[in-house]
């Protein structure tokens, strides 16, 4: 049964929510799922009917707003930011989605994994240098079908070029290290898309 919120909104209520929010984040540079990268996540939602999320990284709220906003899906998304949080909190209520969107104030690294619940997928969308600690730490959270989709892997595109900066260099270095980890993680089928800013989705094995 679809939630009854989702039936109040339409397709075009829907866009101008998500149309303000990606306006916000450009003009004030925090960084959110690109378009494509968004639509291939709803897709992937849907495709495999996922009922529950866990988001590492808030930021205003944007991908947990716009994944709720199109499917029936309960979100609980981690947030180390005070001002990224508290956006999120007021966009979340604007979008009168509290009662499926959870935000916790936390380090996601900090967080006691065993005092969440099962979730059928998570979204990886935080520290590029931390994503292999993410994966490891929450995996154990994943019902039997579930998928772990990671974020930002190709850094704008900036993988395969030559970058002088030594602090991006590391940055890069360990974006490739967890490209190279996950595709050969144990117990997943994965697969790296070159969609938004690179993204990998493994999916768990049964067996």
């Not at 049964?1 to 929510?17: A, D, F, G, R, V």
């Not at 309960?74 to 005070?82: L, Y």
Request: net charge negative; hydrophobic share 40%; no cysteine.
């Amino acid at each position: 049964m679809s939630h009854p919120y989702l039936k109040k909104i339409n397709n075009k209520e829907t866009n101008q929510t998500l149309v303000s929010l990606r306006m916000f984040a450009e003009q004030n540079k925090v960084p959110i799922i690109t378009e494509t990268g968004l639509n291939f996540l709803n897709q992937i939602i849907k495709l495999r009917n996922i009922e529950t999320i866990l988001e590492i990284g808030t930021a205003i709220g944007y991908s947990s707003i716009a994944m709720a906003l199109k499917a029936d899906v309960h979100i609980t998304t981690i947030e180390r930011d005070k001002k990224m949080f508290d956006m999120a909190k007021i966009n979340v209520h604007n979008s009168n989605l509290e009662d499926r969107i959870d935000i916790l104030f936390m380090d996601a690294l900090e967080v006691d994994e065993t005092t969440l619940d099962k979730v059928d997928l998570i979204f990886i969308d935080a520290a590029k240098a931390q994503s292999i600690k993410f994966f490891e730490k929450y995996e154990t959270l994943l019902t039997d079908k579930g998928i772990i989709v990671t974020d930002n892997l190709l850094f704008h595109n900036l993988v395969d070029q030559e970058v002088k900066d030594r602090n991006l260099r590391q940055l890069l270095t360990k974006i490739d290290r967890f490209n190279k980890w996950v595709v050969q993680k144990q117990g997943y089928d994965t697969y790296i898309y070159d969609i938004g800013d690179g993204m990998s989705v493994s999916i768990k094995r049964s067996d």
